[in-house]
């Protein structure tokens, strides 16, 4: 699969909120405002982006060569921490202001379970080193498209009357799951001719 078709793919078809459901709480906060959410979503890419090519060069030169693929979520859990600490240390270097502007965002960033797993799955479908790089940022700003268009969804819906038990999360979920079903429609036809 060439990189514009990984692209698309993470973008709408194996959307991490979508298709995989990882990553949902930046879909689900519905008290941040735009400008956050924007920065929010592209230090999110940008650390995807890394994460991918941090774990995928650990999984190629240690892991394989040891044969222990069995300890890769360990392994990647620790490249993701020692990345939150650099990132730490790298920001109070440059402006402590401007680290304490991000430090909430960077240990949010660390905690969302998209990061492990858009590392998990670069390197289980075996991307290459680009690809990888290629599946972490696009994934990113997929998740950035699902919170656009989860909260645009459920801001419509603030206007309908709603039973008491689905208000909130369940409907959020729900419609969620309504979008990853139009979103499938693009998976043949489009994959194909990108191919």
């Known amino acids: 699969m060439n990189s514009v078709?990984?692209?698309?793919?993470?973008?709408?078809?194996s959307n991490l909120a979508f298709s995989w459901f990882l990553g949902l709480d930046?879909?689900?906060?519905?008290?941040a405002n735009r400008r956050r959410?924007?920065?929010y979503s592209v230090?999110?890419?940008?650390?995807?982006?890394?994460?991918?090519?941090?774990?995928?060069?650990?999984?190629?030169l240690f892991l394989d060569w040891l044969?222990?693929?069995v300890l890769q979520p360990l392994l990647f859990v620790l490249i993701i921490v020692g990345m939150v600490a650099l990132t730490?240390?790298?920001t109070r270097a440059i402006s402590v202001q401007w680290h304490r502007a991000i430090s909430g965002d960077i240990s949010a960033i660390a905690a969302n379970s998209a990061v492990l797993g858009v590392v998990l799955i670069a390197?289980?479908?075996?991307?290459?080193l680009f690809e990888s790089l290629v599946v972490g940022f696009f994934g990113?700003?997929?998740?950035?498209?699902?919170?656009?268009?989860?909260?645009?969804?459920?801001?419509t819906l603030e206007l309908e009357w709603i039973p008491e038990p689905l208000r909130g999360v369940p409907l959020a979920l729900i419609c969620a799951g309504l979008i990853a079903m139009a979103l499938l429609a693009f998976d043949p036809a489009l994959l194909a001719a990108i191919r």
Not at 26 to 31: F, K, P, T, Y
Not at 141 to 149: P, Q, R, S, T, V
């Open 67 to 69: 044969g222990l693929d």
């Open 37 to 39: 959410l924007i920065r």
């Open 140 to 155: 990113g700003i997929g998740l950035m498209l699902a919170a656009a268009l989860l909260g645009g969804v459920l801001r």
């Open 123 to 128: 390197v289980r479908s075996d991307y290459t």
């Open 5 to 13: 078709a990984i692209a698309v793919s993470m973008l709408l078809v």
């Open 88 to 90: 730490h240390r790298v």
């Open 43 to 60: 230090g999110l890419s940008s650390f995807l982006a890394v994460a991918s090519l941090a774990g995928w060069v650990g999984n190629r």
């Open 26 to 31: 930046l879909c689900l906060d519905r008290g």
